[in-house]
């Protein structure tokens, strides 16, 4: 059946859709060689008949029609996709196997575009639509082949010339079943299949015939005896034109191809396509181009122009000599807001801002009269009022008499890259926390800051600010919390400060200050004393109350250094000054502070070669029991025996190791030599009770301690109830969840868990009964007064009464008096140490110790 349809179809192919296709002179369409009949189907119509339909119109596809809509198409190509071994194929509808949707081509295509469209979406048919959508006809690849009148090129160009001779044809043997011969085409996408017979002779099983055997609902038989046999051939010199004219006489697609008798490939129509696309169409092409060069090129380039002149990105204005808008492209109106018809006529000065003086416009026509271009950024107005910044070339164009008759601009808005800019250059020069100015900004501000100073001799307060305990609330709160706290400070450091004053983060919790113009010193000392109040305080952070502290260390222009760095590291200075006198205060520079600095620096460089150097040493103090005098453990106390300056004392390089982080390696030290010699005094039989080793606040927090603690029990073979960890009573109420889960897991390897110093801290009581500790020890400070200070006494008391009632073992540290220890007896304190039974002593003459006291015990 066939139906004359003029229903706008879904998917057409335009020119539009070509790309990259080569402008050609007008050649014949496609519209001169199709027929004007579709042979078409219904959707629900079975594949048996729609085999039959298209045999009996002797054509290559069906155009499945639906309420006079093309649906889709059948091609001998989805005959291929049906399974002829299954019985129930034959009672499939043509909607279950067709093609979809239906691939278009214009009516005004040319021959050499069609060919190409043929190849680039590998398909053999083409639904033919005209300008209204109306079905006018389809088209095949063999159309095209026959009717391409390429005569001259194809008698040239042999079958050789195309054949591929890496590319063997598919081959199966003739008693292969017909359903598995089908499913190899349809699996290695082949149009036909070699069958090659018994007597060495070929046959060829082709689309075609899978359609004609559809229609005769034929299955069960081999390949060989459907095949068609034999399998017309000639020779690889035959021309290309000879072997198009064989396809067409004998009604065929495919032909074999000999090479000295021998059956060497298949050349199909598509082949043929393919060469003429390759081939003939460029060297056609070629030939016209140069017939037609001068006229093609021109108006190319016009329409080149014009599509470049319409859709580029940048605005584009084209002026006469005076600056009058002759016209603009999209991209003009897109950025302006002034459409085409508002801008023409009139003078570029529409655009302008108010924002350049008149001198930039004078130097811009003088540019452009003498040189014919101008380059560069202005800001420009759009329609609505609104301010752009824009990138502008303008460049002149002469007439035939070499005068500039027109001028054109090429503009981009580039207002969003200077803000990424602007953006950028702030994040190089900001901390990105709290706004402030960072290193890099701070010191071109101060350097610039000497330099006025020095030309006007005039003084500058540099202020070194630093939060003290900072890092122990970051630690302890998280670092969310430790952002929070710093950008209330840089918040109430502005509040305090004057515009002029430069106030920058360097890092961490170290603020700097920049004060300028500075009448005398006492103004400074005035500013500082208003910054450590307004510092000090609470600060609430996540429903926390916080107290802040901070420390200040000021250094004065020229007086205390002439360069930057200098007068930066000298405030420096005079902050750890600050820090030293109890924090919380300032401290101006002087010159001996370098002096104690210097000490400092040394102490540390010596610090990190003092492990490898086994110049760290233990000492170790007896704990007993204050009823009877037993001993009852002992406490591992960490020296350091420096080659040139003796021994040190760890007030003095403690603090250095907290800051620099070398407490963790230390502190990992001191715990493994102490269990060592624990597990040696427990073999000996001189360790009734415990070893106590005191952990760092740092060693809680950021040291693996659990493993730390494992690997030297561990290693030393000391039983984890020999060991007790001492830890301050600071660290024990100010501890995260992760902390106290430490702590815990410690407790629950059986390790004894003290807290040090009690008393000096701001216990919880709540809290204190919470936590996974074992005893407490009384702070020295406290035993010292028992006797003379009532307060001490009462403290002591309440102290020994609170653990009895938590049922905690209390130590008093310090006992140094006949008096004190009678005192603590009478409280009923069960354990104790100090100088009133040993000093602290290493190994060796504690080992003599042991033994006077053996010798001392036996007398008795």
């Known amino acids: 059946m066939s139906l004359d349809l003029t229903i706008p179809i879904l998917e057409p192919f335009t020119d ?41 119109a002797a054509c290559g596809s069906l155009l499945v029609i639906e309420d006079t809509r093309a649906v889709g198409i059948w091609t001998e190509t989805d005959a291929l996709r049906l399974n002829f071994a299954d019985p129930a194929t034959f009672e499939l509808s043509v909607r279950d196997v067709m093609s979809w949707p239906v691939k278009t081509i214009s009516v005004d295509t040319t021959f050499n575009d069609a060919a190409v469209l043929f190849k680039r979406h590998g398909v053999r048919h083409y639904l033919v639509v005209d300008d209204q959508g109306g079905y006018r006809g389809i088209l095949s690849q063999s159309d095209i082949v026959l009717n391409q009148g390429a005569e001259f090129f194809l008698k040239l160009k042999h079958l050789d010339t195309i054949l591929d001779p890496e590319r063997r044809p598919l081959m199966t043997s003739a008693d292969t079943p017909l359903h598995e011969a089908i499913s190899l085409m349809r699996e290695q996408h082949v149009e036909a299949l070699l069958v090659r017979y018994p007597d060495s002779d070929y046959g060829i099983l082709t689309q075609r015939d ?19 046999h034999p ?23 495919h032909l074999g191809v000999l090479d000295r008798g021998e059956l060497v490939g298949v050349i199909s129509f598509s082949d043929i396509l393919t060469s003429i696309e390759h081939e003939y169409v460029n060297e056609l092409q070629y030939a016209l181009k140069e017939r037609d ?51 023409v006529g009139r003078n570029a000065r529409i655009l302008s801002s108010g924002k350049q003086p008149p001198e930039f ?45 027109h ?53 500058i307060g540099l202020m070194f600010i630093d939060l003290d305990r900072f890092k122990y609330i970051n630690d302890t709160m998280g670092h969310a919390a430790g952002d929070k706290l710093l950008t209330e400070i840089a918040e109430r450091l502005k509040s305090t400060l004057r515009e002029c004053d430069t106030v920058a983060r360097l890092g961490g919790d170290e603020f700097t200050v920049i004060l300028e113009n500075i009448s005398d010193v006492q103004h400074v000392a005035k500013i500082a004393k208003k910054l450590v109040s307004k510092l000090n305080g609470i600060v609430k952070i996540e429903q926390q109350e916080v107290f802040v502290t901070a420390s200040i260390g000021i250094a004065i222009f020229p007086e205390d250094g002439e360069a930057p760095e200098t007068l930066l590291m000298n405030a420096d200075t005079a902050m750890y000054r600050a820090k030293e006198r109890g924090k919380n205060n300032f401290q101006f520079f002087t010159s001996d502070m370098n002096t104690s600095t210097m000490e400092r620096m040394r102490l540390e460089n010596s610090l990190h070669a003092a492990l490898s150097r086994s110049e760290l040493l233990l000492h170790y103090q007896p704990k007993l029991k204050l009823d009877t005098g037993e001993l009852f453990g002992y406490e591992a106390l960490i020296r350091w025996n420096h080659p040139q300056m ?70 030393s073979g000391l039983p984890a109830e020999c060991l007790e960890l001492e830890i301050t009573e600071s660290m024990a109420m100010d501890t995260t969840q992760e902390t106290l889960d430490t702590l815990v897991r410690l407790r629950e390897m059986g390790v004894h868990l003290t807290i040090d110093d009690f008393g000096t801290g701001y216990s919880s009581l709540s809290y204190l009964r919470k936590l996974p500790i074992d005893g407490l020890k009384i702070d020295r400070s406290f035993v010292a007064g028992v006797v003379q200070e009532p307060g001490d006494a009462a403290i002591t008391r309440a102290i020994i009464s609170l653990a009895a009632s938590l049922g905690l073992a209390v130590t008093a540290e310090g006992i140094e008096e006949a008096s004190q220890l009678a005192f603590l007896r009478e409280q009923g304190c069960p354990f104790g140490q100090g100088y009133f039974y040993c000093r602290p002593m290493d190994v060796a003459r504690l080992d003599d110790w042991l033994a006077a006291r053996r010798r001392e015990l036996a007398a008795h």
């Not at 329409?303 to 002759?326: C, Y």
């Open 293 to 343: 060069e001068a006229l093609q090129i021109s108006r190319q380039n016009l329409r080149m122009a014009d599509k470049v002149f319409e859709s580029t990105l940048e605005g584009i204005m084209i002026t006469d000599a005076n600056g009058v808008i002759e016209t603009v492209n999209p991209a003009f109106s897109r950025i302006t807001g002034y459409r085409k018809s508002e801008a």
């Open 16 to 56: 539009a859709s070509l790309g990259e296709l080569p402008a050609v002179p007008v050649r014949r369409t496609i519209e001169q060689i199709i027929s004007p009949r579709i042979f078409s189907c219904q959707p629900e119509t079975s594949v048996v008949e729609a085999a039959r339909l298209m045999r009996e």
């Open 231 to 253: 399998i017309i051939s000639v020779p690889k010199q035959t021309s290309l034109y000879y072997a198009r004219k064989l396809l067409a006489e004998k009604h065929i697609r």
């Open 361 to 405: 416009y004078r130097h811009l026509w003088t540019s452009l009269r003498e040189n014919g271009f101008w380059q560069g950024e202005l800001w420009n107005r759009c329609k609505n009022g609104t301010l752009f910044h824009e990138y502008l070339t303008i460049t002149g164009i002469k007439d035939e008499t070499g005068q500039y008759s």
């Open 646 to 715: 003796g021994m040190v004392s760890p007030a003095q390089f403690i603090p250095i190791a907290e800051d620099s982080s070398l407490i963790v390696p230390i502190g990992d030290w001191v715990l493994h030599t102490a269990c060592a010699q624990a597990r040696r005094w427990l073999d000996r039989g001189d360790l009734l009770g415990r070893m106590a080793v005191n952990i760092s606040h740092r060693q809680l927090k950021l040291a693996n301690l659990v493993d730390s603690v494992h690997s030297a029990l561990q290693h």
């Open 210 to 228: 899978v359609v004609r055997l559809l229609a005769e609902k034929t299955t069960h038989l081999p390949v060989g005896a459907v095949a068609s």
């Open 407 to 459: 001028f054109a601009g090429i503009f981009t808005d580039i207002t969003q890259r200077k803000i990424a800019e602007e953006r950028l250059h702030f994040l190089a020069n900001h901390d990105p926390l709290t706004g402030l100015p960072n290193r890099t900004l701070f010191m071109e501000r101060l350097l610039l800051a000497t330099q006025r100073a020095q030309r006007e001799g005039s003084k």
